[in-house]
């Protein structure tokens, strides 16, 4: 069966929806390295050596690792042609739904696109 035509746009998608990931994981280290003399130029009136600072770093910077990790798998899957791609991808689009405007319409339109009966097939 031959490949369905939207499959590469969604997983060109994925690839970028990933890299952004990645490009957000560095930011939150980079915040989270940053020296409290840096800080307390700048004339912030927090303490960024508070624990729940730390723990807020930590569990954004895990979020954006899967996420990113899920991207990049699920792209893998859908240019392979495999199942577990096209599930990762509705999950991914899931996801996806929470970022309003544009996060939301690509991944209803993902979601469409992957559950098509043909698309299925493909899959299959």
């Excluded at 590469?8 to 994925?14: N, Q, T």
């Excluded at 899931?94 to 405007?101: N, Q």
């Amino acid at each position: 069966m031959k490949k369905p035509d939207l499959l590469v746009l969604i997983a060109v998608w994925e690839f970028l929806t990933s890299l952004m990931s990645i490009v957000g994981l560095g930011a939150i280290i980079v915040v989270g390295l940053q020296t409290r003399t840096w800080w307390m130029r700048q004339n912030v009136d927090f303490d960024l050596y508070s624990p729940w600072i730390h723990f807020g770093l930590i569990v954004g910077g895990v979020i954006c690792l899967i996420y990113a990790v899920l991207a990049l798998a699920a792209g893998i899957g859908l240019l392979s042609g495999k199942e577990y791609g096209r599930i990762m991808s509705l999950i991914h689009g899931g996801f996806s739904l929470l970022v309003f405007p544009v996060g939301t319409v690509i991944g209803v339109l993902q979601i469409v696109y992957l559950t098509r009966s043909d698309v299925r097939a493909y899959f299959q």
